[in-house]
């Protein structure tokens, strides 16, 4: 009997309603046809607690492809972690900065590029300082060596008093951990 029309009615399982000239159907299988793949959209895509998107969390295998939406959103997520950290967008901003980068990717770049530092990231405190550990921690070192001295040699004395004696016996050294303190 002769096929008089094939209607595809499952592609997922690869079957096909053919109509024969008879009038009948019939259900056979279609060799060759692949199943339509699954689309990943940015809907898709979850956050992660502090409401960026979790790209890690797409798992696609084979048969699977990734909208372009989710390309663009990878690359605003990077423009975006690069403006926070830079200091010229602050994370508070990040979400309202997100959208904004999502519609319009240039305009963003423009908002961002004309930004001024947002965020003073220089070092301060005991962490500051040029080189290896910076200075303070230098100074602190050379200090804790001469108070070990002072206590091998009386060990009656107590370390803040050994502390102090070295502080007073060395004021430039007493005088630049002062000035390294403050800034």
């Given at each position: 009997?002769?096929?008089?029309?094939?209607?595809?009615?499952?592609?997922?399982?690869?079957?096909?309603?053919?109509?024969?000239?008879?009038?009948?159907?019939?259900?056979?299988?279609?060799?060759?046809?692949?199943?339509?793949?699954?689309?990943?959209?940015?809907?898709?895509?979850?956050?992660?607690?502090?409401?960026?998107?979790?790209?890690?969390?797409?798992?696609?295998?084979?048969?699977?492809?990734?909208?372009?939406?989710?390309?663009?959103?990878?690359?605003?997520?990077?423009?975006?972690?690069?403006?926070?950290?830079?200091?010229?967008?602050?994370?508070?901003?990040?979400?309202?900065?997100?959208?904004?980068?999502?519609?319009?990717?240039?305009?963003?770049?423009?908002?961002?590029?004309?930004?001024?530092?947002?965020?003073?990231?220089?070092e301060r405190g005991f962490?500051?300082?040029?080189?290896?550990?910076?200075?303070?921690?230098?100074?602190?070192?050379?200090?804790?060596?001469?108070?070990?001295?002072?206590?091998?040699?009386?060990?009656?004395?107590?370390?803040?008093?050994?502390?102090?004696?070295?502080?007073?016996?060395?004021?430039?050294?007493?005088?630049?951990?002062?000035?390294?303190?403050?800034?």
């Amino acid at each position: 009997m002769a096929v008089k029309q094939v209607v595809l009615s499952d592609r997922a399982t690869c079957k096909a309603r053919v109509i024969l000239e008879d009038g009948s159907e019939t259900v056979l299988s279609v060799e060759g046809l692949l199943p339509e793949p699954k689309v990943i959209r940015l809907s898709d895509v979850q956050r992660d607690k502090e409401g960026r998107l979790d790209f890690s969390s797409l798992a696609h295998d084979q048969g699977t492809l990734i909208a372009g939406e989710v390309f663009h959103a990878q690359q605003v997520q990077g423009e975006l972690d690069a403006a926070v950290t830079a200091g010229k967008i602050t994370p508070a901003q990040r979400p309202a900065m997100e959208k904004l980068a999502l519609s319009d990717l240039p305009a963003f770049r423009e908002f961002v590029a004309a930004q001024k530092q947002q965020v003073d990231l220089s070092e301060r405190g005991f962490a500051g300082g040029a080189g290896e550990g910076g200075d303070l921690k230098k100074v602190d070192a050379r200090i804790g060596e001469l108070v070990k001295a002072k206590l091998a040699a009386n060990k009656d004395q107590t370390y803040g008093q050994a502390f102090k004696v070295v502080l007073s016996e060395n004021p430039d050294l007493a005088r630049r951990r002062a000035e390294l303190m403050r800034d």
